[in-house]
């Protein structure tokens, strides 16, 4: 699609319907239908930098190998080891590394520092996770939906947790560009915002997709065939974690509310880091504090056979590819 060449992806609702269709079909392509021979020169000699503020596991991965395997090079580049914020401003950075490299992933807080890239890089520059929106993890998910169910097109896809955070927020907007149906399950200090709900009203008008926001899960469950979940503290918002526990503690996927739903054919994802066991020094801290083994996902949920977290997650490397190289041929 060579309406993506050159575009930079900082929020969802850059791009089209048939541009995010493209992006999914052409990943599907590549992870089953081309060769690691056919690929390794689409992206001969392009370098691209890995900005990031935050941690990552899977975006900085998915980034570095899907490059790598086009031919590209990558450097990455945290937000301690680079003169950014301390001394240089965006502005000034987006022109520097926009003079060097062919294209730049940005991951850290604010929107407005991926569009301020984005305005002053000369150069593509891809969202790779704000505190708003996560739109990489978007191809990688309706991909794993794709794969799983056969479509994604009117199927009932329910986000249970925090319906305020980043996921929530592009798994909203992308189910009404994509047309799918969208429960977002939370309490009502946790549902997504004004700002979020306009630009859901305005992707409506053009998509017949059904938007239901709830605080009772009996109501957002009814039906779905993707069930969603996130962790409840977001990067960033860890001095937040009592407060949240609170709220959300009644929002957990387990067995019962599985069982409840009573599809066969239920579909669990989460883009990942989930706290499921005592693992982790979250883990710990929860069952420490709380006595549970698990937060916004039970182990035995996280386990089952209709979870597909890991095929997600291996996703996200073959979506990336996908939208690195239709950024470049
Ligand atoms: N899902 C996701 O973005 O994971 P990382 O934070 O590990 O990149
Ligand atoms: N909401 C999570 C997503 C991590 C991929 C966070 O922002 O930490």
Request: charged share 20%; proline share 2%; glycine share 6%.
């Amino acid at each position: 699609d060579s309406s993506i060449t050159g575009k930079s992806f900082l929020k969802e609702i850059d791009f089209s319907q048939s541009e995010l269709e493209f992006l999914i079909s052409y990943a599907e392509k590549l992870k089953h239908h081309v060769s690691d021979e056919e690929q390794l020169d689409i992206l001969k000699g392009k370098h691209f930098a890995l900005l990031f503020e935050k941690q990552s596991t899977r975006t900085r991965s998915a980034f570095t190998v899907a490059a790598s395997k086009l031919g590209a090079h990558t450097e990455y580049l945290s937000k301690n080891d680079i003169q950014l914020g301390s001394k240089e401003s965006v502005e000034d950075t987006a022109k520097v590394l926009g003079s060097m490299f062919d294209g730049i992933a940005f991951r850290g807080y604010a929107q407005k520092t991926v569009e301020e890239l984005g305005e002053y890089a000369s150069v593509p520059v891809w969202n790779a996770l704000t505190n708003q929106w996560h739109p990489t993890q978007m191809l990688a998910d309706f991909l794993t939906i794709k794969e799983t169910l056969g479509t994604y097109k009117g199927k009932n896809i329910t986000f249970i947790g925090d319906g305020d955070n980043n996921m929530a927020n592009s798994l909203l907007v992308t189910s009404v560009i994509l047309g799918a149906n969208i429960n977002i399950v939370a309490p009502d200090s946790l549902q997504p915002s004004e700002k979020v709900m306009e630009i859901v009203s305005g992707l409506q008008q053009n998509s017949n997709s059904k938007v239901n926001i709830t605080s009772s899960i009996e109501d957002g469950i009814a039906g779905s065939d993707v069930i969603y979940t996130d962790v409840w503290c977001s990067m960033g918002e860890e001095a937040d974690f009592d407060r949240k526990y609170q709220l959300l503690k009644d929002y957990q996927v387990n067995e019962n509310l599985i069982s409840s739903i009573n599809n066969p054919d239920i579909l669990f994802l989460h883009c990942l880091p989930a706290i499921h066991d005592t693992n982790t020094d979250v883990g710990k801290m929860a069952y420490e504090k709380y006595g549970t083994v698990g937060l916004e996902v039970t182990d035995d949920v996280f386990h089952a056979s209709y979870s597909k977290v890991f095929e997600q997650a291996e996703n996200r490397m073959h979506s990336i590819k996908a939208l690195l190289a239709a950024t470049f041929t």
